[in-house]
């Protein structure tokens, strides 16, 4: 009896130790995979942010463009009101009401 139990305890002590064996493995093979994704997202949060950082580069060139093209807007409307006051002075001229007047009433017309 004694040989028996001499017999299962180391078996079940060889078996312990493939059993560690296969846990280091194991805890291993796990240990690479989140290494790998790490990596992954570190190359991934740095692609992020590059483009996060292009985003934001051209939404200041855009917001540059678009606040020219209010500057514009604002000098052509100024542009057209002082070319609406010149057209009010020049029909309330009195020369142009005389020369509009005598257009009206030529001789022979």
Same mark, same amino acid.
């Given at each position: 009896? /004694?040989? $028996? %139990? *001499? %017999?299962?305890?180391?078996?079940?002590? /060889?078996? @312990?130790?493939?059993?560690?064996?296969?846990?280091? &493995?194991? !805890?291993?093979?796990? +240990?690479?995979?989140?290494?790998? !994704? +790490? =990596? =992954? +997202? #570190? !190359?991934?949060?740095?692609?992020?942010?590059?483009?996060?950082? &292009?985003?934001?580069?051209?939404? #200041? &060139? *855009?917001?540059?463009?678009? @606040?020219? $093209?209010?500057?514009?807007?604002?000098?052509? #409307?100024?542009?057209?009101? =002082? $070319?609406?006051? %010149?057209?009010?002075?020049?029909?309330?001229?009195?020369? *142009?009401? %005389? !020369?509009?007047?005598? @257009? #009206?009433?030529?001789?022979? /017309?």
């Amino acid at each position: 009896m /004694g040989k $028996i %139990a *001499l %017999a299962v305890f180391l078996a079940a002590l /060889g078996t @312990g130790l493939v059993d560690l064996l296969l846990l280091v &493995r194991s !805890a291993l093979s796990v +240990y690479r995979t989140l290494n790998a !994704a +790490y =990596d =992954d +997202y #570190r !190359a991934w949060s740095a692609s992020f942010t590059e483009k996060g950082s &292009r985003m934001y580069e051209g939404l #200041r &060139r *855009l917001e540059g463009r678009a @606040g020219s $093209i209010l500057e514009t807007m604002d000098r052509v #409307r100024e542009s057209v009101e =002082d $070319i609406q006051d %010149a057209m009010e002075e020049m029909r309330s001229s009195p020369l *142009l009401r %005389a !020369a509009r007047f005598l @257009g #009206r009433h030529r001789p022979g /017309g």
